[in-house]
T-cell receptor, first 112, second 115 residues
Framework: SQQGEEDPQALSIQEGENATMNCSYK?????LQWYRQNSGRGLVHLIL?????REKHSGRLRVTLDTSKKSSSLLITASRAADTASYFCATDAHFGNEKLTFGTGTRLTIIP | DVKVTQSSRYLVKRTGEKVFLECVQDMDHENMFWYRQDPGLGLRLIYF???????EKGDIPEGYSVSREKKERFSLILESASTNQTSMYLCATRDREGFSNQPQHFGDGTRLSIL
């Protein structure tokens, strides 16, 4: 079953602008992870935020987590053409069994 | 870096054929996963394995089976391929130690077409 739902489904912005993607989920989690997928390739892990964390940074990435709203956001600052990809959130359920549940993804296009 | 290798990037098979998709990892991870990815549906888990000869059904196991005879290799088997199994198939691994704070590591995928 799909727990995560990303919003928007697609996003196009000018290079240099910031991109924000949102993820909502349904059940209690241990952590939430964000992945990037370039066209025709596998997924690459970007960042993990634990359920007791509210914000995390990694380079140009900023992730927030609001467990009361069961939502997360991924902010990419100063976007580059190379950021063009699909972005997926994935949740690690609190009573999980070592599986991740992935959302349907946001397709991000950076316009040079 | 973890390396997850899927045997084929592109594969074309015929309806009714038995199809094998292979995945090999070099990081001694206990957990291995098979997903299929379809437009608008995201990644859906087919099967996963948490040890040699151990397997567990995911969300969409029908029409598939798996084999894990060695720790580094996890095979997905389409017993009798059908056109609705045309998809992108992704293999992933995960370190079981402290698993709840571990990422999954993906191969580059196999784009399978069933004619």
């Amino acid at each position: 079953s799909q727990q995560g739902e990303e919003d928007p489904q697609a996003l196009s912005i000018q290079e240099g602008e910031n991109a924000t993607m949102n993820c909502s989920y349904k059940t209690s989690i241990n952590n939430l992870q964000w992945y990037r997928q370039n066209s025709g390739r596998g997924l690459v892990h970007l960042i993990l935020i634990r359920s007791n964390e509210r914000e995390k940074h990694s380079g140009r990435l900023r992730v927030t987590l609001d467990t009361s709203k069961k939502s997360s956001s991924l902010l990419i600052t100063a976007s580059r053409a190379a950021d063009t990809a699909s972005y997926f959130c994935a949740t690690d359920a609190h009573f999980g069994n070592e599986k991740l549940t992935f959302g349907t993804g946001t397709r991000l296009t950076i316009i040079p | 870096d973890v390396k997850v290798t899927q045997s084929s990037r592109y594969l074309v098979k015929r309806t009714g054929e038995k199809v094998f998709l292979e995945c090999v990892q070099d990081m001694d991870h206990e957990n291995m996963f098979w997903y299929r990815q379809d437009p608008g549906l995201g990644l859906r888990l087919i099967y996963f394995s948490y040890d040699v000869k151990m397997k567990e059904k995911g969300d969409i196991p029908e029409g598939y089976s798996v084999s894990r005879e060695k720790k580094e290799r996890f095979s997905l088997i389409l017993e009798s391929a059908s056109t609705n199994q045309t998809s992108m198939y992704l293999c992933a691994t995960r370190d079981r130690e402290g698993f709840s704070n571990q990422p999954q590591h993906f191969g580059d995928g196999t784009r399978l077409s069933i004619l």
